[in-house]
């Protein structure tokens, strides 16, 4: 709901004093004290030429606050006004008291109260009066005082025995009212929006409106004449005084105005300068002499003394730039070095431009310019980084704080395959390689919430689908006030790395021939079966494989077709067990199987049978026909060992009991449970021949 409140019209004081008190003092003047008549000649001109002096002042003064858009258009008609009647009152100071010396009083009232009550016109006809209305008010009005002064007898009487006639009553009347009706306008203008322009104008206008209505009850040189002359004169000092506060108020102003300039110049290390063709002189603020460390006692006031601070080499193309400016007037910008006095090398930023004088010639080159030293290194940093940004080979991305893609550099988009368009705008979590062991990107940048750096591997999806690893060095970026601004991702790709570190750990831990776990790798990995199985009170079993006849094979069809041979055995083998069994080759034509979580002896001799069907149903190698069988040891966790080397020493002897039992057959370590060795693949057959050609 809106608030209303009651203001005080600021407009009723001055009706109460400009109007009601004055009146009631003239006619009490004139009741009581006929015989008041002052009949002084020099006060009167004295007070007259003044007010003169101070309608002219104010109507220039309104002229000029007009041509500046200070005052409202309407306000050329008191200009018009006050012109007119200073005018006619300076004739009329000067005259004593006569035909012409009241007729020019009063023609001056009724100028003026016309014109003031122009203010009720529309906006239209002021805005035609602000281009010729003062000139012609004062031609008029010059011209009406020369003939009143020149042919005072042509004038109508003004003074009879009575006092005033009636023509000089009506004028004064008649500029009375339209002095009222101006009043009335700002009167009710300061009611609908309030200014101090419209309180103090319409207090003026009501105050020269009661001074002429005050001519009714006057006559020449009583107390009520010089009543209203004390009043017209008021009316004037009003206004004076408001322009005068204006005019403090805007040097104020001017004052504040200039003192932020100079603080901002100083702040900016930016200043004005000025050469003055005309006069050969050089002129500028203290921010410039400081800049160039040069004199401010004026010994250093030529252009000289600019010129001899700037390096040889530049000095050309700006003594180029300052005459272009004159003959041409073409306007520069200009970076340039200067020398100070220490030796010092200051870097400056110049713009000119052809200074006129107020006939429209040539008379200099104006500018600024702005010390840039420090701009200029921060610029060459910036660039400096802009090229190893663009130039590296380790790719960056730039984030804002909640991991959305704002920035990648070209070897980013090389290294993906990604275009820009592709990632920006994107969440970190697009580019993970999902569903690997790498870290998500996502989550590393969750963690980031609690710390400002990390450093690792991740995996990152081309546009291709592949997987790249990376090393990843992730850095978060702060504003002088503590907010995080981005984050810096730096990735290195590191597949190759990653490549020879899997070639280096196959040559360790791989077989070559057969790609399988070798002896250093089968280690290792009993070794863990067996934690797991103590930690968790399981079971295991350990198979120990030797081939029946390979070294028959190997004499006699060589190297090459045995490894052949190896190689398809160990493919056979490893069909029958599961993913999370390990099958190993100890070397030569000796394997090894690790199975954990083997519930029962009899599990474990179930596989090993698996595997001499499988080895021993005839291989071809090379459209050879080979038929190799095996022999195999089995040995159980915990019943048959508990330690690594006491579990391979049960299951090897088992396999060489296999061997002594006629071979293509399983044995298992503890000679008590022999009847769960099962039939041989291939019983009854005896020594079959371990060849077919």
């Not at 006004?81 to 009724?110: C, E, I, K, P, Q």
């Not at 209305?133 to 010059?142: F, K, N, R, S």
């Not at 009553?169 to 309030?194: C, D, K, P, Q, S």
Request: charge should be negative.
């Amino acid at each position: 709901m809106q608030e209303h409140r009651h203001r005080t019209n600021p407009i009723t004081p001055t009706l109460i004093v400009g109007v009601m008190a004055p009146l009631g003092l003239s006619l009490i003047a004139h009741a009581s004290v006929p015989q008041w008549h002052w009949n002084d000649q020099p006060v009167h001109a004295l007070m007259e030429g003044l007010g003169a002096f101070i309608a002219l002042t104010l109507a220039a003064t309104i002229i000029m606050l007009r041509s500046h858009d200070r005052l409202g258009p309407r306000f050329i008609w008191i200009a018009i006004g006050l012109t007119a009647m200073g005018l006619l009152d300076a004739f009329h100071a000067a005259l004593y008291a006569g035909r012409a010396f009241v007729w020019l009083h009063s023609l001056a009232t009724l100028l003026g109260g016309i014109a003031f009550a122009g203010v009720w016109l529309p906006t239209a006809a002021a805005a035609t009066a602000s281009r010729r209305g003062p000139a012609l008010a004062a031609v008029i009005a010059l011209m009406l005082g020369v003939f009143a002064v020149a042919s005072p007898g042509q004038l109508p009487p003004m003074v009879d025995a009575d006092g005033f006639t009636a023509v000089a009553r009506l004028t004064n009347i008649l500029g009375g009212i339209g002095f009222v009706a101006a009043g009335l306008y700002f009167l009710a203008l300061e009611t609908r929006a309030r200014s101090t322009e419209s309180t103090i104008f319409a207090s003026h206008c009501l105050l020269l409106g009661v001074a002429s209505l005050l001519f009714e009850f006057s006559t020449l040189w009583d107390a009520t004449w010089w009543l209203w002359h004390l009043l017209r004169l008021s009316a004037y000092v009003v206004v004076l005084y408001y322009f005068l506060s204006v005019y403090n108020q805007m040097q104020d102003a001017l004052r504040d105005n200039e003192s932020v300039l100079a603080n901002a110049q100083r702040i900016a290390r930016l200043g004005h300068w000025h050469w003055d063709v005309t006069n050969e002189r050089f002129e500028a603020s203290p921010i410039v002499y400081e800049i160039l460390d040069a004199p401010l006692d004026g010994s250093g006031d030529s252009l000289d003394e600019y010129l001899k601070r700037v390096p040889p080499s530049e000095r050309t193309s700006l003594e180029q730039a300052l005459y272009d400016c004159l003959s041409t007037q073409s306007a520069f910008r200009l970076d340039h070095r200067v020398v100070r006095g220490n030796g010092d090398l200051r870097d400056v930023y110049v713009q000119g431009e052809s200074a006129v004088d107020s006939h429209g010639r040539i008379c200099g080159v104006r500018g600024i310019m702005q010390e840039v030293t420090e701009r200029k290194r921060k610029d060459a940093q910036l660039r400096l980084a802009g090229a190893i940004y663009a130039t590296t080979t380790e790719a960056i991305m730039v984030t804002d704080p909640d991991g959305i893609v704002t920035d990648v550099n070209p070897a980013f988009l090389t290294m993906t395959g990604y275009g820009r368009e592709h990632v920006l705008g994107q969440g970190v979590g697009a580019l993970d390689a999902s569903g690997n062991d790498y870290v998500p990107l996502a989550s590393v940048f969750r963690r980031l919430a609690q710390r400002d750096r990390w450093r690792g591997e991740i995996g990152l999806r081309r546009i291709d689908g592949t997987i790249v690893p990376l090393m990843v060095s992730l850095t978060t970026l702060h504003d002088p006030e503590g907010r995080v601004t981005s984050r810096v991702c730096l990735m290195s790709d590191i597949s190759k790395l990653k490549e020879k570190q899997q070639r280096i750990w196959a040559m360790a831990n791989l077989d070559a021939l057969t790609g399988l776990p070798n002896r250093n790798l089968f280690y290792d990995r009993i070794e863990i079966c067996l934690a797991n199985a103590r930690r968790a009170g399981g079971k295991a079993a350990l198979l120990y494989i030797d081939l029946d006849g390979f070294k028959a094979v190997n004499d006699q069809y060589g190297h090459s077709l045995g490894d052949a041979l190896l190689q398809q055995a160990a493919a056979r083998m490893k069909l029958c067990l599961r993913e999370s069994d390990t099958l190993a080759r100890l070397g030569g034509d000796e394997f090894t199987v690790i199975l954990p979580d083997t519930h029962s002896l009899q599990d474990a001799t179930s596989v090993a049978h698996k595997i001499l069907a499988a080895v021993g149903g005839g291989i071809e190698v090379q459209n050879k026909p080979m038929l190799i069988t095996a022999s195999i040891g089995v040995a159980c966790f915990p019943e048959d060992g508990t330690e690594t080397d006491e579990l391979i020493r049960q299951a090897d002897d088992a396999m060489y009991r296999a061997k002594a039992a006629g071979r293509n057959t399983v044995r298992c370590a503890d000679p008590m449970v022999r009847g769960h060795d099962g039939p041989s693949v291939l019983a009854g057959q005896g020594q079959a021949d371990l060849f077919r050609s």
